[in-house]
Every structure is written in structure tokens, then in C-alpha cells.
């Protein structure tokens, strides 16, 4: 059972930026894919940004040039960097991680959540 551990949420005006640490407890097939959903009030989560250990990575069309993922493999541990972030960004954002990763997935299909962590965005 992997355990994925977040950190770096907070609050932060329109325009600045954040950025968020997700540790897992292991490595192997349970983190080849790696990623971060969202969950806004009122919405359904979202898949924003995935990243395999072979160094693919997708984003959803809202956060491309804004949000970059990476991972450091050697430390089990992927990152969030959240640049000119909106009001349209808060929400609770959580790390995930299984086998594959895909847009639209949903997301009782995702293997390993984290806790979550709240990003709250001010206008």
C-alpha cells in the first residue's frame, strides 16, 4: 500500500505562485505514474497534471503554461510548481499515483490518493 504525503498548499493571491510536494512511500509499478488531481467547491475532481518515471507528462488544457510537474525518482517524489495562479485554481489538490495515468480518468479508478492539500487563490 503505497502512502503519498503532500505538502505546500496555502493561500496566495491572483498572479502568484505556489508549489506543492507529494512524497510517496515507495517505488515501483504503483508509481510509475504519478499526478495531481484538483477538486474545486461544487465540481467534479479533475485530473491537472500527470508525469511518468520514463518523463512523460500531460496537463489539462486550463494549467498548460501556467503549472509544471516533475518528478525526482530517486526520492520517490513529485512536484507542483503553480505559477500565475487565478481564483479559478483553489480548490483541495491531491496526489495520485498507480500503473497509468490518463485524461478523463476517472477518478475511482486511480490507485493511491493522498490527503489532500487546500490551495486558495484570492482575487
Known amino acids: 500500500q503505497v502512502q503519498l504525503v503532500e505538502s505546500g498548499g496555502g493561500l496566495v493571491q491572483a498572479g502568484g505562485s505556489l508549489k506543492l510536494s507529494c512524497a510517496a512511500s515507495?517505488?515501483?509499478?504503483?508509481?510509475?505514474?504519478m499526478g495531481w488531481y484538483r477538486q474545486a467547491p461544487g465540481k467534479q475532481r479533475e485530473l491537472v497534471a500527470t508525469a511518468t518515471t520514463a518523463g512523460n507528462r500531460n496537463y489539462i488544457d486550463s494549467v498548460k503554461g501556467r503549472f509544471t510537474i516533475s518528478r525526482d525518482n530517486d526520492k520517490n517524489t513529485v512536484y507542483l510548481q503553480m505559477n500565475s495562479l487565478k481564483p479559478e485554481d483553489t480548490g483541495v489538490y491531491y496526489c495520485?499515483?498507480?500503473?497509468?495515468?490518463?485524461?478523463?480518468?476517472?477518478?475511482?479508478?486511480?490507485?493511491?490518493w493522498g490527503q489532500g492539500t487546500q490551495v486558495t487563490v484570492s482575487s
Open positions: 495520485v499515483s498507480g500503473r497509468v495515468l490518463f485524461p478523463n480518468m476517472p477518478s475511482s479508478a486511480v490507485a493511491y
Open positions: 515507495e517505488s515501483g509499478s504503483s508509481t510509475t505514474a
